[in-house]
């Protein structure tokens, strides 16, 4: 499938958007719609249906309504990079195809993960199907390597394949890894032919930006997206490192929570919205006492603003 002209490719900070819900543990769609609205104005894109937006605790149809809500809102569909992998395939090119459809710039995609230890040829006609039954040259597919959630790892020869034989389609990776040495490959290997490399997190941000990466994808993008962007503009200037430090202190302080719940918890405090508490099950929200916890190890340089 040829690279259709025009069509560019995402960069920068982006965040898996976390997902309210209202008391009846439905999607919540005006807290939804003002807070990617203010994640926008922070400078940070929408990677909404990512591991810290409860993905799999939603259904499709829920996803596409999320979408079309965010669309219709007058949010530009060229800043989204919704989740779009299924277990089930067909699950995964219906919610794919409302992406291309609706104009967003990319879809981040993991891979079948319900089924452990399957080979890469399996992994290979997965994506290959989906690619082929979207049948859309818009199509930008940025692939989600995080094996320490899924089980099922995205490999150098995976990719190398996906791209030699759908070179205009596979754009990138969110490489969710932990593991810097595996980052640092696909930078090495794959950034120079124009595949985008983001960082699973902005531990990496600095790094990653040195070897030339597309920048990163990060649940603190949520309450610390300002901060994040600022380095990712900035990782050249002279108190990049201490930036980079700033943003591992705020990581350290909201690790030692469950961070769904966490993330959701610090924006009902500074949003002074309660409402923001509330996760879908089996996720359980933080006690009172974890609260005042997370609010008592924020470091004082924790930029943040009410949604």
């Not at 719609?33 to 993905?55: I, K, Y």
């Not at 490489?175 to 090495?188: C, I, P, Q, V, Y």
Request: aromatic share 8%; hydrophobic share 45%; net charge neutral.
């Amino acid at each position: 499938m040829a690279e259709s002209p025009g069509i560019a490719r995402v960069r920068g900070v982006l965040s898996p958007v976390v997902t309210p819900f209202d008391m009846e543990l439905r999607p919540d769609v005006r807290r939804f719609v003002r807070h990617c609205r203010w994640l926008l104005a922070q400078g940070v894109g929408l990677a909404v249906f990512g591991t810290n937006s409860e993905a799999n605790s939603l259904c499709v149809a829920e996803k596409i309504a999320l979408l079309e809500n965010l669309v219709d809102a007058g949010l530009p569909p060229e800043r989204m990079m919704p989740g779009t992998g299924c277990c089930a395939f067909p699950d995964s090119v219906e919610l794919t195809r409302a992406a291309v459809r609706l104009g967003c710039a990319g879809v981040l995609m993991l891979p079948p993960f319900y089924y452990k230890s399957v080979p890469d040829e399996g992994l290979f006609r997965s994506y290959a199907k989906i690619i082929e039954r979207v049948g859309d040259s818009r199509l930008r597919i940025y692939l989600y390597h995080i094996p320490p959630v899924s089980q099922v790892p995205i490999s150098l020869a995976l990719i190398e394949r996906l791209l030699r034989v759908y070179p205009g389609t596979i754009a990138g990776i969110k490489d969710s890894s932990g593991d810097w040495n595996n980052t640092r490959a696909m930078l090495e290997r794959f950034q120079p032919r124009g595949f985008n490399v983001f960082a699973g997190n902005e531990h990496f941000l600095l790094d990653t930006m040195k070897l030339g990466g597309a920048g990163c994808i990060s649940a603190l993008a949520n309450v610390n997206g300002g901060a994040i962007a600022r380095l990712y503009r900035e990782w050249k200037s002279i108190d990049a490192q201490q930036q980079q430090a700033a943003l591992d202190d705020v990581r350290s302080a909201f690790a030692k929570f469950p961070m769904i719940p966490a993330l959701k918890a610090a924006i009902a405090h500074f949003g002074d919205d309660p409402a923001w508490t509330t996760v879908r099950p089996p996720l359980v929200a933080l006690t009172t006492e974890q609260c005042a916890a997370l609010m008592n190890v924020t470091p004082a340089n924790f930029e943040i603003a009410a949604t």
